[in-house]
C-alpha cells in the first residue's frame, strides 16, 4: 500500500478553494459575477424527493445488474467483436466526455474552447449517463472546496480513519453519496453554466441523450450483423447489452473509483490539502484521471499525468483539439509552478507537455562558461 498523506486543514487553503471556484466559473462566462456576488446557500433548498432517488437508483443499478448477468450471458450467447468496437467507440467518447469536457474543462477551465466543441463536449459527456452537466459540474466543484473536510460530497473518510469507518467511508464516496437528499446548489457552483443558453438545452436534454447513447448501441449491433436482407434482433440485443448496459456500468465504476480509490490508496509526487493519490493501474480505463494527486495540487491543469511514464489518453486529445485549433488557452503543466508543488522524496522527472522553466532549460553558451 502506498503512502497516503494527512490532510492540512487550514483556513488560507480553504480561501484558496473558494477563489479559484469562482475564478473557474468567471473565465467560461463573465457574465456569471451577478450571480457569484449574490449571498446563495451551497445547498439547495429543496432536498431530493423520493421519486429523483428512484430515477438514480435505476441509472445506477440497472447497468450494475447487467455486469453482473455478463459471464453467464457470454457462456450462453456470446460475445462478438462487432459489441467490443461499438462498446468500445461509445467508451471513448462517453468517458472522454466526462474528463475531458465535464470534468477538465467545464469544472476546471483547463482550456478554452471554441463553441461548437463546447455543446460537443457537453453532449458527449451527457452519454456516460452520469448527470447532466450542471448537476455534475456543481457537484465537483464544491468536491474541491471542501475535499477531504465536511462539505465535501463524495469523501471516503466521510466516517473516520478507523477500518469501519474508511469501509463505511468507501461505500459511500464510492456510490451512496449519489442518493444523498442535500443536493449542491447550482446557483452557487455553475453560475457560469447556468447562464449559458445552450449549455442549459444541452442539460435539459439529459433524458433523450441517455435514451440515445442506450438504444445507438442497439441500432448500430442490428444493421451491423443484417444479413439475408433482414434486421438482426440478436446482433441488437446483443449490442444493447455489452455496448450499452456493461459499457455504461463500466464507465461509472471507473468515474466513481476516482472518487473512492484515489483518494485512499496510492503514492504521492505532489504536496495537496487532501488525501489524493495517484493509482497508476486505473490510468488507460480513467483516460488518465487516476493521477489524483497531481489534480488536487493543480486543479487547472489539462494534464493530470504530468510526470515521464504516465499515460493521460484525455491531455492528448485536449492536445489534438489545439492543434486543429478548437481548443485554446490550454494550462498545460508550468515546470516552476510544478517544482514548487513537488513532494520531498519525487524523483520522477517531467514529461511532456510541460512549460519548460526558460532560466532551467535554456542551453548555455560555451563561451559564457569559458568567462565564468
Not at 456470446?78 to 467490443?84: A, K, S
Not at 468536491?143 to 480513519?161: C, I, L, Q, T
Request: proline share 5%; with cysteine.
Amino acid at each position: 500500500m502506498g503512502s497516503t498523506p494527512d490532510a492540512r486543514d487550514t483556513g488560507s487553503t480553504a480561501l484558496v478553494e473558494t477563489e479559484e471556484t469562482e475564478e473557474t466559473a468567471l473565465s467560461l462566462d463573465p457574465s456569471a459575477a451577478p450571480l457569484l456576488r449574490k449571498a446563495v446557500p451551497e445547498i439547495e433548498e429543496k432536498p431530493m424527493t423520493r421519486a429523483q432517488q428512484i430515477t438514480t437508483g435505476v441509472f445506477v443499478f440497472t447497468p450494475m445488474l447487467a455486469l453482473l448477468a455478463a459471464i453467464p450471458f457470454a457462456w450462453g450467447w456470446g460475445l462478438n467483436w462487432h459489441d467490443i468496437v461499438i462498446g468500445a467507440a461509445f467508451y471513448w467518447v462517453s468517458g472522454l466526455g466526462i474528463t475531458v469536457g465535464y470534468h477538465r474543462y467545464f469544472t476546471h477551465s483547463s482550456f478554452k474552447a471554441k463553441p461548437g466543441l463546447r455543446v460537443a463536449l457537453a453532449v458527449a459527456g451527457s452519454l456516460a449517463m452520469e448527470g447532466p452537466v450542471v448537476t455534475w459540474v456543481a457537484d465537483h466543484r464544491r468536491h474541491h472546496k471542501y475535499s477531504d473536510k465536511e462539505g465535501d460530497p463524495h469523501s471516503p473518510w466521510r466516517y473516520g480513519d478507523d477500518t469501519k469507518g474508511l469501509a463505511k467511508g468507501l461505500l459511500w464516496a464510492h456510490i451512496l453519496w449519489l442518493f444523498d437528499p442535500n443536493q449542491t446548489s447550482q446557483e452557487k457552483f455553475a453560475p457560469d453554466l447556468l447562464a449559458d443558453r445552450k449549455i442549459r438545452t444541452v442539460d435539459a436534454l439529459f433524458p433523450a441523450i441517455v435514451a440515445f447513447s442506450l438504444l445507438a448501441p442497439a441500432l448500430i449491433g442490428g444493421f451491423w450483423n443484417f444479413s439475408a436482407g433482414a434486421w438482426s434482433w440478436h446482433g441488437a440485443i446483443e449490442a444493447f447489452f455489452w455496448a450499452g448496459l456493461v459499457r455504461i456500468t463500466l464507465l461509472h465504476h471507473v468515474t466513481w473509483s476516482t472518487n473512492s480509490i484515489c483518494h485512499t490508496w496510492g503514492n504521492t509526487d505532489w504536496q495537496s490539502r487532501d488525501r489524493s493519490v495517484n493509482v497508476s493501474w486505473l490510468a488507460i480505463a480513467s483516460f488518465g484521471e487516476s493521477w489524483h494527486n497531481l489534480h488536487h495540487a493543480d486543479p487547472t491543469c489539462a494534464r493530470h499525468g504530468a510526470l515521464k511514464g504516465q499515460i493521460d489518453q484525455s491531455a492528448r486529445v485536449i492536445q489534438w483539439f489545439e492543434k486543429l485549433g478548437w481548443a485554446y488557452d490550454v494550462r498545460w503543466p508550468d515546470e516552476a509552478r510544478l517544482h514548487a508543488k513537488r513532494t520531498a522524496g519525487a524523483t520522477r522527472s517531467l514529461g511532456g507537455m510541460t512549460m519548460r522553466n526558460e532560466k532551467a532549460t535554456k542551453p548555455v553558451n560555451p563561451a559564457n562558461k569559458a568567462a565564468a
